[in-house]
């Protein structure tokens, strides 16, 4: 056996391969992924609770089933984390609130039973905006590139913690791009899958309608197999699809002769700069590796008032009883927006179902002629801290670009794809949309595109 490896240099994929020829055991990797926790998360705050006895004990189960021959998968020992949305038995989930401070679930989310299942070591939960819609009950986490910004949410810990080297692959949801928002302002891979694609139950709930769960990785591989882990049927979800998705190992050509591009201008405009740039670029590329580029259109992609109207009358749906029993540990802005949600009109809400509706009709227009349709992740870089608040931002940002997939249920890719040129350079990322359950289609574009560049293996320093 050779010495502790620094895993933070290796992906979910080659770490998993290390493990399992033996070259490094899962409790080393889960030591120092621990110890790293504890050096970084002082500055990221990334987590809200970490694991640290429970990680050790399941790294070391994972070490004597590979020594006796069993082998669950390329995931087989290798670190991850959840967001503090997902429940977990015997483990503090507090859906970053105050509200639930004190939940200790007796029952383990559907995918969390299914990493475990793949061998995964759960470290620890991460923090989020609460309730996975706005502020922050357990303090901001920093975006590990420049500290003063946010990392983008719900999903914030996620992206920080993955961006950081803290985990290769974290586990976030994505209502209306809480998943997609923060890899890109954190400069990694997120994955809003189809809605349906991935069970949500023993996840709170957000907008239901609406709601996925999906991994965010360095690398479009990690996110591919973990996809493969986490995905496909559970009588417990009844919007759970029995489609599998292939698997992780499905073979690509190097060039993306016959794909398809679409680029819908409107979702540029508004862009800063320097996003428009480098996603510009980032489509040069994808040409230059074979696949064709037409314009699209997408009349009603943007229209993100009405998709916000569905999301927090669904919001102020589900969360009914804790608004009323609970308000006082509620933040402010989760409060104002769950009271200001009860009073829309149900003709609000009608219209919004309207726009979703004319929305799919648009995209399978689209898609007649397209296989991916690309677009910037968010038309804005990240912004500080100070300004982050989505209730209301003192700096006038452009709306992202993640609703569309949000409200027609496509499936939705962000990959890093440059830096900005300013001081400090942050992130920047594109956004691939799919077909429905044609997952696939989009790890094809994403694996070619990083093979051809190398945004994703770019690192921030680290603030420790």
């Not at 050779?2 to 998993?16: D, K, N, S, V």
């Not at 590139?145 to 983008?152: K, M, Q, R, T």
């Not at 040069?284 to 009603?300: F, T």
């Not at 300013?422 to 997952?439: K, V």
């Amino acid at each position: 056996m050779t010495a502790p490896i620094h895993f933070m240099t290796q992906t979910a994929r080659e770490l998993g391969g290390l493990l399992r020829r033996r070259e490094v055991t899962a409790q080393a990797v889960t030591e120092a992924c621990l110890d790293r926790i504890e050096a970084l998360n002082p500055h990221l705050n990334a987590f809200i609770t970490v694991t640290r006895a429970r990680a050790i004990e399941r790294a070391r189960r994972a070490d004597q089933e590979l020594t006796r021959g069993r082998d669950r998968g390329p995931l087989h020992g290798v670190p991850y984390a959840l967001k503090d949305v997902i429940a977990t038995r015997g483990i503090l989930t507090t859906n970053g609130s105050r509200s639930s401070a004190d939940w200790v679930p007796s029952f383990d989310a559907t995918v969390q039973e299914r990493l475990d299942a793949a061998g995964g070591v759960l470290v620890g939960k991460l923090n989020l905006w609460e309730l996975a819609m706005a502020g922050s009950a357990y303090g901001d986490v920093h975006n590990p590139w420049a500290l003063d910004h946010s990392p983008g949410g719900s999903s914030s810990g996620a992206g920080a913690a993955v961006s950081a080297r803290v985990v290769p692959i974290a586990i976030g949801t994505d209502t209306g791009g809480s998943i997609r928002i923060p890899a890109a302002h954190c400069g990694v891979v997120g994955l809003r899958p189809t809605y349906g694609r991935v069970s949500r139950y023993g996840v709170m709930a957000n907008a239901w309608s609406v709601d996925t769960v999906g991994p965010l990785a360095r690398t479009v591989d990690d996110v591919a197999l973990t996809l493969t882990a986490i995905a496909g049927a559970d009588p417990r979800d009844r919007t759970c699809s029995s489609l599998q998705p292939p698997p992780s190992d499905t073979p690509f050509s190097d060039d993306l002769k016959g794909v398809r591009l679409g680029v819908p201008e409107r979702f540029f405009k508004g862009a800063h700069p320097d996003v428009e740039r480098s996603v510009r670029a980032a489509i040069e590329v994808l040409e230059e590796l074979g696949a064709r580029v037409a314009v699209v259109d997408l009349p009603h992609a943007d229209a993100a008032g009405l998709a916000r109207t569905l999301h927090l009358v669904e919001a102020a749906s589900f969360h009914e009883q804790r608004l009323r029993t609970r308000s006082a540990l509620l933040g402010p802005e989760v409060r104002a927006r769950l009271v200001r949600a009860q009073s829309y009109a149900g003709v609000d809400y009608v219209k919004a179902l309207r726009l979703r509706t004319l929305m799919m009709a648009e995209a399978s227009t689209a898609f007649q002629t397209c296989d991916v349709i690309v677009a910037p992740t968010d038309r804005s870089l990240p912004v500080r801290l100070a300004t982050s608040s989505v209730a209301a931002p003192a700096t006038p940002v452009a709306e992202p670009n993640t609703f569309f997939a949000s409200m027609t249920g496509l499936p939705a890719l962000a990959i890093p794809c440059g830096m900005s040129r300013g001081t400090p350079a942050l992130p920047i990322s594109m956004q691939l949309h799919g077909r429905p359950f044609e997952e696939v289609v989009l790890f094809r574009v994403g694996r070619a595109f990083q093979r051809a560049t190398e945004w994703h293996s770019r690192a921030p320093a680290s603030p420790a």
